[in-house]
């Protein structure tokens, strides 16, 4: 299951520590003008190394296109794009070539196929949505020509809820006061689509909050999605989540948004608005008990270089996999 998407299909590929990472798009309509200085931006916010907060390996992740675009315009036929690899420390593994390390993907990863990549997590590295964000770029601009626009931000990091310039400053703080705990964070990240029309969704069982749910549980560390008011409309009366319909202009309206855009499994033309949250970071800067694949008990410290919270990282990987998926039901529907 390396790829996601219907219509406009996204296959991904690649290992942290390997040549490259990369994929290939297929779906995206024809004769469209992609802007690649638009592309490098995406792939900036994302990149490690590039804050003081986050992991200290430096990618410049390039990405070199190698077929379905020319002189910068979509052919129709599949984007094949790759990133190469240039700053790997494999030796900083070589602890983990037989120890699984708690709370990650190397156990399950043997349990599975038998035969696992341990550097740097090999296939479960977050290096890996590098690809995400790049066919994520292009999808966004695609939108945007239609009048979508898909934005997220950090909405919560360490318990501290963020809505001001003040709490993310407390927010990088508890970062670096995590860091020299030798400890790790997890959070939140909310996402909205604007410009989205009424109609996107197949229900019975292909409901947009369920694309949209599948598709940010596939991102590294999620742990829970909610959509509109979410868990909090179990705790409220039904007077206090309906949303009132009325004309504006000509158009069907909402005098609210509890719903977050989606009402029946399909977008209502309202604000679409939905968190992700994300765990811990699993990879602890401390000594743990673990096992090895030869069923010998042990104890385990990893060292290498790695994020103390996703969320940072995370908030144009949950931007790319939400325009994929806005896309994707867009085609879908014939829109």
Do not use: W
Not at 95 to 114: C, M, Q, S, V, W
Not at 211 to 218: E, T, Y
């Amino acid at each position: 299951m390396n790829t996601f998407g219907n219509i406009f299909r996204f296959t991904g590929f690649g290992e942290s520590h390997g040549e490259a990472v990369g994929g290939i798009i297929d779906g995206m309509p024809a004769g469209f003008r992609i802007d690649f200085d638009a592309i490098d931006a995406e792939m900036e916010r994302r990149r490690p190394g590039s804050s003081p907060l986050v992991t200290t390996r430096k990618e410049p992740d390039k990405i070199r296109f190698l077929s379905g675009i020319r002189d910068g315009i979509t052919l129709g036929t599949p984007i094949a794009f790759m990133i190469e690899n240039t700053n790997v420390r494999s030796s900083d593994y070589d602890i983990l070539e037989h120890a699984f390390r708690p709370n990650h993907a190397d156990y399950t990863y043997f349990a599975k196929y038998g035969i696992r990549d341990h550097r740097g997590g090999g296939r479960a590295s977050a290096r890996e949505t590098a690809g995400r964000v790049a066919a994520g770029a292009i999808a966004k601009q695609y939108l945007a020509s239609r009048g979508i626009t898909v934005t997220a931000r950090p909405a919560s990091i360490g318990g501290i809820e963020i809505r001001s310039e003040r709490d993310m400053e407390r927010a990088e703080e508890a970062i670096r006061e995590a860091r020299a705990r030798r400890d790790t964070l997890g959070g939140t990240v909310e996402c909205i689509v604007s410009g989205a029309p009424a109609g996107l969704g197949e229900p019975v069982f292909g409901k947009l909050q369920a694309m949209l749910a599948s598709a940010m549980m596939s991102i590294n560390a999620a742990k829970g999605f909610e959509y509109g008011d979410g868990f909090a409309s179990a705790a409220s009366e039904g007077s206090e989540q309906t949303d009132e319909f009325y004309i504006d202009n000509g158009h069907v309206r909402t005098r609210t948004n509890h719903s977050g855009g989606i009402q029946g499994g399909i977008s209502n033309g309202e604000d679409i608005r939905f968190r992700v949250a994300f765990k811990p970071i699993a990879t602890l800067p401390r000594p743990l008990d673990t096992v090895t694949d030869t069923m010998e008990e042990t104890t385990v410290e990893v060292g290498g270089r790695h994020d103390i919270c996703v969320v940072p990282r995370a908030v144009p990987v949950v931007e790319a996999m939400a325009a994929m998926t806005i896309l994707d039901a867009l085609l879908l529907a014939r829109l």
